[in-house]
C-alpha cells in the first residue's frame, strides 16, 4: 500500500511539472480538435504553426496539424465525426485536414470503422487537464469508489480507506429522495450491495460510511454517484472492444468512458493499457488519476 501510494505521489508530481508546459495549450485543442492519436510507435514529430515538438499518445490533432513519421513509425488516430480510425505508417507526412488526414512522401494510409465509431464524438469532450485536478482536504474516512462519478454496473462495489477510523462502520446507501436503500455494519472497508438491491438506471445515489477513531471521536466520509440510463449502457456495451483488440482500439473505449463521466470504468481500463506500456507517462496519471 505505501509503495502505491508512493508512486501515486510520484506520477501525480511528474504530472503536474509536465502541465505546467503542456496543459494550457491541449485544453484549448480539445475544443477545436478532429482527431486524436490513439497509438503511437516509433519515432514522430508534430509540426504545429512551424515549430515542432515529439507526437504523443492522447495527443489532440486539430486541422492545419502535420505529423511527421520518421524510420519504423506507425501512428493510429481517431477521426472524431466519422469515427473513422486510421493507421500511418512509413517515412513521411502525414497532414490533418478536417474530415480525414492526407499523406505526402513515403507515408501510407489506411482507414476502417472500429466498435467505437458511433460513440467517438464523445471522447472530444475528454480533456487532459480533467486527469490533474487537485483534491481538497481528504474527509476523515476517504471514499474511493464510486465516487462522483457515473458508473455502467447497476450492481457496484463501494471502496474506501480510513487512516483515521477503525472497524467496524456502518454504511448507509440512499437515493435522491433520501431514502435508504441499503445499509449494513462493515468490519472491512469495502461492501457488495445485497444480492437482492438492484439500483435504477439513470438514478443518482449517495453512500455515506461512518466510523470511529480510537480516541472514540466520530468520522464520516459521503459520496455520490449516477448509475447509466439502458440505452447508454447498451451503446457503451456495443462499443466495448472486442477480447484481443488492438491497443488504439482499448484507448478510444477508455477516452470514449472519461468523456462520458464513467470515470472509475476508465480507470480501469486505463490501468490495463498502462501496464501494457509503463513508461508512457500519460497513461499512467490517468491508470492513478483520482476524482
Wanted: glycine residues 8%.
Amino acid at each position: 500500500m505505501l509503495r502505491h501510494n508512493s508512486v501515486t505521489r510520484s506520477v501525480v508530481s511528474l504530472a503536474l511539472l509536465l502541465g505546467v508546459a503542456l496543459l494550457p495549450g491541449r485544453t484549448v485543442l480539445a475544443a477545436d480538435a478532429v482527431a486524436m492519436v490513439t497509438d503511437l510507435q516509433g519515432p514522430a514529430r508534430l509540426v504545429d504553426e512551424g515549430r515542432q515538438r515529439p507526437l504523443v499518445l492522447l495527443e489532440y490533432l486539430r486541422p492545419g496539424h502535420e505529423v511527421r513519421l520518421g524510420k519504423n513509425a506507425r501512428v493510429t488516430l481517431i477521426y472524431f465525426q466519422s469515427g473513422t480510425q486510421y493507421v500511418a505508417g512509413g517515412e513521411g507526412t502525414v497532414r490533418i485536414a478536417a474530415t480525414k488526414p492526407e499523406v505526402a512522401g513515403g507515408a501510407t494510409l489506411a482507414g476502417s470503422e472500429t466498435r467505437q465509431a458511433a460513440l467517438a464524438a464523445s471522447a472530444r469532450k475528454d480533456v487532459v487537464q480533467g486527469a490533474l485536478v487537485m483534491k481538497i482536504a481528504p474527509q476523515p474516512i476517504q471514499p474511493l469508489s464510486p465516487m462522483d462519478t457515473r458508473v455502467l454496473n447497476a450492481h457496484p462495489v463501494l471502496v474506501w480507506k480510513s487512516p483515521k477510523a477503525k472497524p467496524p462502520f456502518h454504511l448507509t446507501l440512499t437515493d435522491a429522495n433520501k431514502q435508504v436503500v441499503a445499509q449494513a455494519d462493515v468490519k472491512a472497508t469495502r461492501f457488495e450491495l445485497p444480492a437482492g438491491v438492484t439500483l435504477a438506471d439513470g438514478a443518482r445515489y449517495t453512500w455515506r460510511v461512518e466510523g470511529r477513531t480510537s480516541k472514540g471521536d466520530p468520522v464520516i466520509g459521503e459520496a455520490s454517484f449516477d448509475v447509466a440510463t439502458a440505452a447508454e449502457r447498451d451503446k457503451l456495451n456495443q462499443a466495448r472492444p472486442a477480447a484481443g483488440a488492438a491497443f488504439s482500439e482499448r484507448v478510444t473505449y477508455a477516452v470514449i468512458l472519461d468523456g462520458m463521466g464513467f470515470r472509475d470504468d476508465a480507470r480501469q481500463l486505463w490501468r490495463q493499457l498502462a501496464a501494457e506500456r509503463p513508461k508512457d507517462i500519460r497513461l499512467r496519471v490517468r491508470a492513478n488519476k483520482e476524482h
